[in-house]
């Protein structure tokens, strides 16, 4: 029988065999993999079969590698603020986003500066190749690439 629009849950348990978690990083990064890939807007939930299938997930088997899978999605209802927080969750879940605080250096200060990525922030570093006179004061844009800062 049906209520509102759901489906009564002893129907679910006649053709549900188990149900599954995916954790939240797993789903944000499906979200995003669904607006990146197919530019499709799907709220968390709407998302989650996706998620369990994501490398880590509950379905990320090696029976199910190179098989045809559906995975409903559903749901367009997230508001356009939390789409914005989950896209960069799910940015930074995937290494692509990065948060830099700057520092200002006291004179007679070090600071350490580790991973191939980081060699262009050092560049900005008083004594680095991009600490000139004609760049004071300006905005230098840096691409950091490589491991974690």
């Given at each position: 029988?049906?209520?509102?629009?759901?489906?009564?849950?002893?129907?679910?348990?006649?053709?549900?065999?188990?149900?599954?978690?995916a954790d939240g990083?797993?789903?944000?990064?499906?979200?995003?993999?669904?607006?990146?890939?197919?530019?499709?807007?799907?709220?968390?939930?709407?998302?989650?079969?996706?998620?369990?299938?994501?490398?880590?997930?509950?379905?990320?088997?090696?029976?199910?590698?190179?098989?045809?899978?559906?995975?409903?999605?559903?749901?367009?209802?997230?508001?356009?603020?939390?789409?914005?927080?989950?896209?960069?969750?799910?940015?930074?879940?995937?290494g692509r986003l990065?948060?830099?605080?700057?520092?200002?250096?006291?004179?007679?200060?070090k600071m350490v500066?580790?991973?191939?990525?980081?060699?262009?922030?050092?560049?900005?570093?008083?004594?680095?190749?991009?600490?000139?006179?004609?760049?004071?004061?300006?905005?230098?844009?840096?691409?950091?690439?490589?491991?974690?800062?």
């Open positions: 029988p049906l209520c509102g629009g759901n489906i009564d849950v002893n129907v679910l348990g006649r053709v549900i065999e188990r149900g599954l978690a990083r797993l789903v944000r990064l499906a979200v995003l993999r669904l607006v990146e890939g197919q530019k499709m807007v799907v709220e968390g939930g709407g998302a989650t079969g996706l998620a369990a299938l994501l490398p880590g997930g509950p379905l990320d088997r090696p029976d199910l590698k190179g098989k045809r899978v559906v995975v409903p999605l559903c749901g367009g209802n997230i508001d356009v603020n939390v789409l914005g927080r989950v896209i960069e969750r799910g940015l930074a879940a995937d990065v948060r830099l605080a700057v520092l200002r250096l006291v004179e007679g200060q500066v580790e991973g191939g990525g980081a060699t262009g922030l050092a560049a900005l570093l008083p004594g680095g190749p991009l600490d000139r006179p004609d760049l004071k004061g300006k905005r230098v844009v840096v691409p950091l690439c490589g491991g974690n800062i």
